[in-house]
Every structure is written in C-alpha cells, then in structure tokens.
C-alpha cells in the first residue's frame, strides 16, 4: 500500500494526502453488521454458519469481542467490513488505498479531504467504528513523501536481502528501539522477529520470554521465530508451557493454538504440559480449534494410562471437529483397535471417513501446517 500511495503521489505531486485509520478496529467490528454483509454473498450456509458459530462463542465465551487478528479469514472479514467505506470514498471521486484499518485518501485541497473524512466517519459510526483522532492527518509536499518511505525498515530489509555487512547491526538497534516502546508497535515486532529469523540472529529470544504474554497478536511470528531455536535452548519449552498455563495469552485462543503447535512441532513434553492441554481440551467454553490441537498433542505425548482417558472423553464429546481430532488422537496414542474403528465407522457418518483412514493403519497422520517452518527445516 505504500509502495502504490509513493508511487501516485510521484506522478501527482500536488496531490494532498489525507492518513487516516480506525480506533481498535478488529474488535469493534460489529458481528451482527458484519453477518448481515455475509448474507449478501453466494457462500454455502454451512460456511456462514460456522462462521457464526464461532464468532458468537469467540465474543460470548472469552473476555473478547469483535474477530480475532491475525489469521488470513479475519483479514478478509476485515476487508469485508469495510467495503462500504470503499465504495463511498470511490463515489466521492478520490483515490484512496487501504490496508486493513489503515487509509489513504489524496485529494486536490485541504477542504475536499476534510468533507471526505467527515463522511468516512459519519459512515464508520453507522458500523459502529470511528477514525482515530491522533492519527488522522493532511500532509503535503515533502511530508507525503517522507511518510511514505520508512527508511530505515526498508533500508534493514534491502540490507538483509544483499546481505550487507551493517545490516544485522542496523536490525538489532530497531529492535532494541521498538522494544523499549509502551506499547511496542505490533507492526514494527513482526518486521524485527521476520528478520532477525532470516539472518538467525536469537537477539529478541529473551525479551520474548519475558513479555510473550503482552503481545499475543504477534503470537504466530513470535513463536515461529523461537522455534527456529529450539534445539539450543532447551528451556524454551518450559517457558511456552508456563506462557499456556500462566500468562494473559490464556484469554486469546489463537494464541493458544500457536502455542500449541510450537509444544507439538518441538516435542515439548512433562507433566505440566500434559496438564496444561487435557485442561484445554476439558473446557467445553474453549474454542473448537484450541480444542483440536489440545487433543492432539495429547495423542501424541501421553502415557498410556493418560491415553485411556482420550477415548472415554471421545464417547462423550459432542463437537464434530474436536471429536474427530480426540479419533485421531487416541489412534496416535494406540488406543483404537481395528473392530473399535469399524464400529465408530458404522456409527458416526460425521468422522466415517477419518475412521477409515485410521483404519488403513497410517503410520503417521498429518498434522495441520500453519507455517512450514514449524517444522524445523523438515
């Protein structure tokens, strides 16, 4: 988007821009505004069922409301949300570009581009948002320029990619900058993380154990970056097992599952972890996907006396995909018998297809990827 804003302003200098973006915009968004915006479009009703299913239980069972960041489908409910917005700035005659809550709008005149913002937020109040004071601003001239550039990111990113001899040294102080902020900007953590994981430099390893629990939005990158070195500090994964037990991630399930992943990914194990996923799994008021990868790590890392109890709570379980994650577990950790499979297969047409597959004996299940580098090189 900056690229694109440079570039226009370049062939239209006289051009004003006015920046702009939405005050805590992801969980402001509205789920009911938002399910009827669905209802406009060609998708199956079990999609937007499920959907709202656990949007609903996203906003009714966790000190959370809104949809949760990070994942590629909230970014393109996001997008969705805002398409009005869009089209009215479009019927205005402006060009504008926007990256998720963030807004640029050029304009020939400083009056023009004031009518245009207080339209955006008089239209964003309909959808119960509102732009973000501080942050709204016409520049012009130079200023435009300069806010497009950011230098220095580009510079490190340019510098890592030639592999220059001052990049790394130019990484470490943005960090060590940004880290110091209150509160660090999410953005700038995912740059410096992305990074420092590209020339495996463990500077932030660290600062991440002591403040992982106050940045859960950038849990994904955070802990794909850890992961990457694993291998060297072994006390890595007591301190993802204490973040899943004793941290404020514990309110943010899509933190929760990357968590997760990285305990599975990394064979973490011990009884704190073991504990840490049955009470996950347990907890009817978690989210399903947190419930999944609840389950199974647990097939792959109990014992057998702990296995027994995944397929007694399999017979009780209710929820499709959590009962078909707690199948594949008790497989993992040798609790399925090929007659138990068969009658499971006749049973339940919900997971017939997964009992079969069991069935053919597999001798290792595929495990969902969210970054192939969880993997650790694999």
Same mark, same amino acid.
Not at 116 to 136: C, D, E, F, I, W
Not at 160 to 165: C, G, H, Q, R
Not at 185 to 194: G, H, K, W
Not at 312 to 333: D, G, K, N, T, W
């Given at each position: 988007m900056q690229r694109a804003g440079r570039t226009l302003h370049e062939k239209h200098p006289s051009l004003l821009l006015a920046r702009t973006d939405i005050t805590a915009y992801y969980e402001h968004i509205d789920i009911d505004i938002l399910f009827t915006d669905l209802m406009g479009l060609a998708i199956p009703s079990w999609s937007q069922d499920t959907l709202e299913n656990f949007l609903r239980a996203f906003n009714g069972l966790s000190h959370a409301w809104g949809i949760p960041q990070g994942s590629d489908a909230?970014?393109?409910?996001?997008?969705? =949300?805002?398409?009005? /917005?869009?089209?009215?700035?479009?019927?205005?005659?402006?060009?504008?570009?926007?990256?998720?809550?963030?807004?640029?709008?050029?304009?020939?005149? $400083?009056?023009?581009?004031? @009518?245009?913002? /207080?339209?955006?937020?008089?239209?964003?109040?309909?959808?119960?948002?509102?732009?973000?004071?501080?942050? %709204?601003?016409?520049?012009a001239g130079r200023e435009i320029q300069a806010h497009f550039e950011d230098k220095e990111k580009d510079a490190i990113?340019?510098?890592?990619?030639?592999?220059?001899? $001052?990049?790394?040294?130019?990484?470490?102080?943005?960090?060590?900058?940004?880290?110091? @902020?209150?509160?660090?900007?999410?953005?700038?953590?995912?740059? *410096?993380? %992305?990074?420092?994981?590209?020339?495996?430099? *463990?500077? *932030?390893?660290? $600062?991440?154990?002591?403040?992982?629990?106050?940045i859960p939005h950038v849990a994904r990158e955070a802990l794909l970056y850890l992961?990457?070195?694993?291998?060297?500090?072994?006390?890595?994964?007591?301190?993802?097992?204490?973040?899943? %037990?004793?941290?404020? /991630?514990?309110?943010?399930?899509?933190?929760?599952?990357?968590?997760?992943?990285?305990?599975?990914?990394?064979?973490?194990?011990?009884?704190?972890?073991?504990?840490a996923a049955w009470r996950l799994l347990l907890d009817k008021n978690k989210e399903s996907f947190v419930r999944e990868f609840a389950a199974r790590y647990l097939g792959l890392n109990s014992s057998s006396g702990e296995a027994a109890g995944l397929r007694?709570?399999?017979?009780?379980?209710?929820?499709?995909?959590?009962?078909?994650?707690?199948?594949?577990?008790? =497989? @993992?950790?040798r609790q399925c018998s090929e007659s138990w499979l068969r009658v499971v297969s006749n049973s339940d047409p919900t997971i017939r297809f997964?009992?079969? =597959?069991?069935?053919?004996?597999?001798?290792?299940?595929?495990?969902?990827?969210?970054?192939?580098?969880?993997?650790n090189g694999a």
């Open positions: 909230s970014g393109l409910l996001a997008n969705l =949300y805002l398409m009005p /917005l869009d089209l009215e700035i479009a019927r205005l005659g402006h060009r504008h570009f926007r990256y998720s809550d963030d807004i640029y709008i050029f304009g020939d005149d $400083w009056i023009t581009l004031r @009518e245009v913002l /207080l339209k955006a937020n008089r239209l964003l109040r309909y959808r119960h948002l509102n732009l973000s004071g501080p942050k %709204t601003k016409i520049m990113s340019y510098g890592i990619d030639i592999a220059a001899p $001052w990049a790394p040294d130019a990484l470490r102080s943005f960090f060590d900058r940004i880290s110091k @902020e209150d509160p660090p900007n999410p953005r700038d953590l995912r740059f *410096a993380f %992305t990074q420092l994981l590209r020339i495996e430099d *463990a500077r *932030a390893v660290d $600062w991440l154990l002591a403040n992982m629990g106050e992961s990457h070195f694993h291998m060297r500090r072994p006390e890595l994964g007591d301190a993802v097992v204490d973040l899943l %037990t004793n941290s404020k /991630l514990t309110i943010y399930p899509y933190a929760e599952q990357h968590l997760l992943i990285y305990m599975i990914r990394n064979r973490v194990q011990g009884k704190r972890a073991i504990d007694q709570e399999f017979q009780s379980e209710a929820h499709p995909r959590v009962r078909r994650a707690m199948l594949i577990a008790c =497989y @993992e950790s997964t009992a079969d =597959y069991l069935r053919s004996n597999p001798g290792e299940i595929p495990f969902p990827v969210v970054k192939r580098r969880y993997d």
